[in-house]
């Protein structure tokens, strides 16, 4: 078992070292380069045959492993992505998030089979195709899209995703307003570099969801148990203008840079 320290102030060493007795567990110090990079990091060092990514903000379910071998037992070559569940169901910004979270899965893994979207804090994946893959994009600095960049570029290659909703981890991501705000705002800089990375692989221009996409998405907490619905839309709608705020900001910076002869990234 790996852990990577992305360049952080917590002092990691005095907490892996506190499951000495318990874990085979190897500290992996890294300067702050990114989740991408830092995954990438610990994946060069790993020896197994399947590589398994968690964050350090979630709880693996008891069952976690024993889970994802038996999906492994029946097709070796697949790539495997759990179920997250928001452990902070009293805090609006996290169920929020996971609103969203839920709906993107429902919206791109309609058949489980023939996922297209897994997200890297319950991702399963041989190292073989890993490797193969180039692993990560460390041009992804922040955690925004590199788990949807990876997806992605492998099915392009081949890869099948599947969705294992018994592969369960629980979230526990505290947000504040500014914070949620943040975290939309990054997940639409990284978007950008996403889609354009995805229609430079596929030849086309870069294409964004129709209209429908959004308004099924703002009246999806309806759907949900949670009694504050209303509350939950507008924080939905809200991660959508951070979103976009995000996607076009990176956009105008990559027109800046190219315009003033600097190699856009």
């Not at 990091?41 to 693996?60: K, M, N, Q, S, W």
Request: hydrophobic share 40%.
């Amino acid at each position: 078992m790996i852990a990577v320290d992305d360049g952080s102030e917590f002092p990691a060493r005095e907490l892996v070292n506190s499951f000495a007795d318990r874990l085979p567990l190897t500290l992996l110090c890294e300067p702050h380069r990114g989740p991408a990079s830092a995954r990438n990091a610990g994946a060069a060092i790993a020896r197994g045959e399947i590589l398994v990514f968690t964050d350090d903000d979630c709880i693996p379910d008891p069952g976690w492993l024993s889970s994802l071998a038996k999906r492994f037992e029946n097709d070796s070559e697949c790539v495997v992505g759990g179920r997250t569940v928001n452990d902070l169901s009293n805090n609006p910004y996290s169920s929020a998030s996971q609103l969203l979270i839920d709906y993107l899965y429902k919206h791109y893994n309609a058949i489980p089979g023939k996922a297209s979207l897994l997200t890297s804090n319950n991702l399963a994946i041989p190292a073989s195709l890993f490797r193969d893959a180039g692993g990560f994009d460390g041009g992804f600095t922040r955690a925004a899209a590199e788990d949807r960049e990876l997806c992605d570029r492998l099915r392009h290659r081949g890869v099948r995703l599947t969705y294992a909703p018994e592969v369960i981890v629980l979230h526990r991501h505290s947000l504040s307003f500014m914070r949620f705000w943040r975290q939309h705002f990054n997940y639409g800089t990284g978007a950008f570099r996403y889609h354009q990375l995805r229609s430079s692989r596929n030849d086309q221009n870069i294409k964004l969801e129709p209209p429908a996409y959004y308004w099924k998405l703002l009246r999806f907490p309806a759907k949900s148990e949670n009694p504050r619905v209303l509350s939950l839309t507008a924080l939905i709608a809200l991660s959508q203008v951070a979103n976009a705020a995000g996607f076009f900001h990176q956009k105008l910076t990559h027109s800046l840079r190219g315009r003033n002869g600097h190699a856009p990234h």
